[in-house]
């Protein structure tokens, strides 16, 4: 693209630095003959926090011969710029069209995205469908959560890559470039890719549906595993790592060091999906923590580092690594923050230790309101816990926090939503029963609600979503059960968006068509409130003969096949099976550091080392 | 010790905005390993200002900043420094140490140079091009439409403008130079010059700004108006 075209794009837009490129670390290469564009189907400000892209993008473009770039979905205002002006998308490093690239890969996050996939496609003159895509276009692939349930986008992408990319990223390059080489067709390089461990290729499947409903797959070709399995990094202390992190101009949302202290969750907490598709847990040793944490700050001038996982606070080394962290840090005034503390696991000296630099929010997620419903979801975490850790934070100077929960759980009453009300009173009454010289003031307990999704790969994927209607009648039971609790502030997350959300997430390949209707009815970014098209989406579902009360408010048989289940994620299903069983009797689980679950059935020991 | 110092802005960056420029400021000096003087409270930030902001899409020859350091650093080292920490589209052309008492660059500054680029959708001459640049010179009054915080609402800007001269045009792009009035009150915008160009020839179209020079007053070492 000339400067004159891309100067006037960006005069158009409200927020051109999400398209200039050139931030600081960002990759530049004279010599290359592989072109891979790293695609983040959201705008720019949520793409760059993403970890995995930020690992993918130096994993790639460290290869020898290999120039990674990023393009991320335009915002509203700049997909109509480019339609004005007849322009391509482009990339942020060298401002190519996708056109232009032997892969692009798209990094899917959640559900909600796939509609700003095909815009992204749609700009770049490339066709929606993999069966419409001859040999001249690049091989587009998808890799990400959601891709343990790949079929509402299986017509779409040529292959999907399942699980940790580190190593699975650079043997497509080589696969691809090798059939590039040889000038092997399409056909002979899907093949090829589906002999690769962790690539599912879904033109080579062919789901059958009877009556309405899914009942099996039929693969269509011996070079295609039965089940493609997810593919599972073992050491994260030798994978390549983040190496020189981007620095953006623009404030982005997650806007510092990034360090990942481990991967996978030991906790078996029933709903969450990251929980079983993570597994097994890897730490990474502290020594490389401390190393990695000093080399991010020097090489990107961050003021801030942010501990990343499932659960921090479950890192086995962590009252070592905190302090000397901290410590370290505290010299070159850089502070820390740890995203996701365990309640049970937070200890008071951590707390006053990171005071010492400076004070982020405090946020505890005890995601149901009763110990009932506490037990059901598995999430091990008492009342007592809770109470325990804010008095330490108010004691330690904190005067506000944020409490995280669910509703439209399965199994849930009534007393289970006013249940969330008695405890943000409980944690009220911690704060202002300390004596006032030993407490803040301003005192906060913002309570964030969201309504529960049912996800494949867990416990709960057999359950239906709780109704529109439903949900809106707890979130107001819930409303009138905080009033008079001091200092509370409630947080709703809309519901209608997780109707879709739970739609696309348990969905199967007849969404394709749903999917291409809706966004020629013009969904775009459908996580964003002011774009959410509810009634297109109505529209979209009727005209493909379909409902969304079938894919999110209808309860599975618990033999019944699921379409997700031609991939192999791991996690077994007889185990999940055993854990909505128990679910229903409100036993809990134990994490799986103190005892094999099973999880993992006949592979455990292929897979697991905890 | 404070460093005075000037960097470009091309148009590989043209489009951060102010704010972006500050954090890529910030960071880079942190990169560069700078003995920041820190601000004293809760959330301690280096002591940074701008001679003036810079709005988003115009290049810049230089643009003028102040920063506090703790140690000594000669001002080729902090040049060398700060340079090998800046991404792309911002360098830093020249620096200087500030002795002791030295005012606010903010305070100092009444002016602002530059090379305005219109881009028409009819033909323009340089001959039309001339008669608008004198037009508006010659006026008392050149009234443009001017977003104030309390709305929009019409404004006079022949004050503000100091010296306009035509350089050329061809092909649909207009060349300006125009020197504007710019303190810390306010002062002529490259934007509402640019519009009141286009009135005055009669055609539409977009602009790009270059700002050439920051004038200052009060002080040799930094660049005056004349």
Known sequence: MDDRTLDLLLSRVEKPARYLGSEWNMERKEAYDFRFALCFPDVYEIGMSHLGSRILYRVLNDMEGVYCERCYAPWTDMEQALRELGEPLFTLETKSPLKDFDIVGFSLLYEMCYTNVLTMLDLSGIPFLASERGESYPLIVAGGPCTVNPEPIAEIVDAILLGDGEELEPELVECVRTAKREGISKVGLLERLAEIDGVYVPSFYRPVYENGRYVRTERLDPHAPEHPRRRVVRDLDTAKYIGRQLVPHMQIVHDRVAVEVMRGCTRGCRFCQAGYIYRPVRERRKETLLTETRDLVTCTGYDEVSLLSLSTGDYSELHELLPRIIDDMAEQKVSVSLPSLRIDSLLKDDLEKMQTVRKGGLTFAPEAGTQRMRDVINKNVTEEDLLRAVTDAFTAGWCGVKLYFMIGLPTETDEDIVGIAELARKVSNAFYRLPKYKRGSGFRVTVSVSTFVPKPWTAFQWCAQDRQEEIVRKQQLLKAALKGVRGAELHCHPSVLSVLEAVFSRGDRRLTGVLIDAYERGCRFDSWAEHFKPDAWAEAFERNGLTMDEYAHRTREIDE?????????????????????????????????????????????????? | MKI???????????????????????????????????????????????????????????????????????????????????????????????????????????????????????????????????????????????????????????????????????????????????????????????????????????????????????????????
């Not at chain 1, 009797?585 to 103190?594: G, H, P, S, V, Y």
């Not at chain 2, 160009?197 to 009060?218: I, K, P, Y």
Request: proline content about 5%; aromatic content about 8%; charged content about 25%.
């Open chain 1, 561 to 610: 096949p699921l379409p997700w289940e031609t991939v192999d994620a791991l996690v077994k299903p007889a185990y999940l099976k055993r854990e909505w069983a128990r679910a229903q009797e409100a036993r809990t689980t134990k994490d799986c550091r103190q005892g094999c679950n099973g999880c993992f059935g006949e592979h455990c020991e292929d897979y697991c080392r905890v």
């Open chain 2, 4 to 226: 005075i110092a000037a960097f470009e802005k091309t148009k590989e960056i043209s489009y951060t905005s102010h704010l972006d420029v500050q954090r890529t400021l910030q960071r880079a000096f942190r990169r560069a390993n700078l003995p920041l003087a820190f601000s004293k409270g809760f959330n301690p930030h280096p002591k940074l200002s701008f001679a003036t902001a810079l709005a988003t899409g115009y290049t810049s020859a230089g643009e003028w900043i102040e920063v506090e350091l703790d140690k000594e650093l000669t001002p080729e080292e902090f040049t060398e420094r700060v340079n090998a920490a800046l991404p792309g589209g911002m360098r830093f052309v020249s620096a200087f140490v500030a002795e002791d008492g030295f005012p606010t660059l903010s305070k100092l500054l009444v002016a602002a140079k530059y090379v305005v680029t219109l881009y028409t959708d009819a033909p323009v001459t340089t001959e039309d091009l001339r008669a608008a640049v004198d037009a508006i010179m010659q006026s008392d009054e050149v009234i443009v439409e001017k977003k104030t915080k309390s709305g929009i609402r019409p404004a006079n800007i022949r004050p503000e403008i100091l010296e306009a001269e035509a350089i050329s045009a061809s092909d649909g792009t207009a060349i300006v130079a125009v020197v504007g009035t710019l303190n810390a009150a306010g002062g002529l915008r490259a934007e509402t010059f640019a519009r009141a160009l286009f009135e005055r020839l009669s055609v539409n179209g977009r602009f790009t700004a270059h700002r050439t020079a920051l004038c200052f007053e009060g002080s040799d070492r930094l660049p005056r108006l004349r």
